[in-house]
């Protein structure tokens, strides 16, 4: 089998490799790499090690230097990973979700309301007016108020 793999050289030192199955590697001036797959994937390979990849139905993937993902659907949701674990997703409506390693939530909703949700399940509940409620574990709620009134409702609702 003959192998057809062409660099051709750019005056301006760039790169192009073509592959036989259609893969095409692009080495920029600054060692910036492009690589488009046979499925018209795509990876950007920066100088500082950067890489994002595009996917086929526009799904991008951008991972750090220090291994911080991010990636960004479609429909504009990202999700971003960090080194430890903790992930960030916002969602095209601008809520965003964050949960961390000890997986610990944390959502932000649109109009600035936030929803913690602790490991033992306790949800912590703070609205735009700093109203909080708090709702353990044995369903006890606890809610406080601007003003800092306090309103316990047990599980007997007493």
Not at 102 to 129: A, F, G, N, P, V
């Amino acid at each position: 089998m003959k192998d057809t793999t062409r660099l051709i050289r750019m005056k301006d030192t760039t790169r192009l490799i073509r592959m036989k199955d259609t893969t095409r590697l692009i080495r920029m001036k600054d060692s910036t790499r492009l690589i488009r797959m046979k499925d018209s994937t795509r990876l950007i390979r920066m100088k500082d090690s950067t890489r994002l990849i595009r996917m086929k139905d526009s799904t991008r993937l951008i991972r750090m230097k220090d291994s911080t993902r991010l990636i960004r659907m479609k429909d504009s949701t990202r999700l971003i990973r960090m080194k430890d674990s903790t992930r960030l997703i916002r969602m095209k409506d601008s809520t965003r979700l964050i949960r961390m390693k000890d997986s610990t939530r944390l959502i932000r909703m649109k109009d600035s309301t936030r929803l913690i949700r602790m490991k033992d399940s306790t949800r912590l509940i703070r609205m735009k007016d700093s109203t909080r409620l708090i709702r353990m574990k044995d369903s006890t709620r606890l809610i406080r108020m601007k003003d800092s009134t306090r309103l316990i409702r047990m599980k007997d609702s007493t």
